[in-house]
């Protein structure tokens, strides 16, 4: 199985600031065939299931604003708000869907410092 | 617009059944796979159990395989999972997922959840 690790846990960002958080896979989840890193992020809010931010690690998925973006290869990924604002407060999780068990990182909680 | 709404959760004791609906609207059903996730009270989400969109391709979750059986209805647009076996452990929010092709892939569109407590 592909075990994805998060890190950190949780971070405290202040407003207008830049989180970014890590994604590291146990084994490559690009494929050489179509140069695709199988590779999603998503956002949950305190009772709501998971909402979809970014695909194929770094494509923005319509209507997420342009704060969000994703980055990395193979991997080794990020997701980056460029500038926190009060609404990303939340749980951000990674998922490979390169193979069965599809895996999700453990999850980083970010809060306003 | 996508819409998922689970149903069939509950209190059921350990070693215990359980079969948990999905019903699907807003896009063609039969065209893409489905996913089951789950979450634990206070935890991360865990991936369940995939189903292609023709139903000929399932897979499933270590900790779920042998014990679990996912399965749909095309003409009735829902999902199902036959939970068997049941453990305290498998207690959680369990989410079904639209795929974003036919066989697999990441999940687009998530329900809002049906909630299965384990317990004696």
């Known amino acids: 199985d592909i075990v994805m690790t998060q890190s950190p846990d949780s971070l405290a960002v202040s407003l207008g600031e830049r989180a970014t958080i890590n994604c590291k896979s146990s084994q490559s989840v690009l494929s050489i065939s179509n140069n695709k890193n199988y590779l999603v992020w998503y956002q949950q809010k305190p009772g709501q299931p998971p909402k979809l931010l970014i695909s194929?690690?770094?494509t923005r998925e319509s209507g997420v604003p342009d704060r969000f973006s994703g980055s990395g290869s193979g991997t080794d990924f990020t997701l980056t708000i460029s500038s926190l604002q009060a609404e990303d407060v939340a749980v951000y999780y990674c998922q490979q869907c390169y193979g069965e068990p599809l895996t999700f990182g453990g999850g980083t909680k970010v809060e306003i410092k | 617009q996508v819409q998922l709404v689970e149903s069939g959760g509950g209190v059921v004791q350990p070693g215990g059944s359980l079969r948990l609906s999905c019903a699907a609207s807003g896009f063609t059903f039969s065209s893409y796979g489905m996913h089951w996730v789950r979450q634990a009270p206070g935890k991360g989400l865990e991936w369940v159990a995939l189903i292609g969109n023709d139903g000929s391709n399932k897979y499933y979750g270590d900790s779920v395989k042998g014990r679990f059986t996912i399965s749909r209805d095309n003409s009735k647009n829902t999902l199902y999972l036959q939970m068997n076996s049941l453990r305290v452990e498998d207690t959680a929010v369990y989410y079904c997922?639209?795929?974003?092709?036919?066989?697999?892939?990441?999940?687009?569109?998530w329900g809002q959840g049906t909630l299965v407590t384990v317990s004696s």
């Open positions: 997922a639209k795929a974003v092709a036919p066989v697999g892939y990441y999940s687009d569109y």
């Open positions: 194929w690690a770094s």
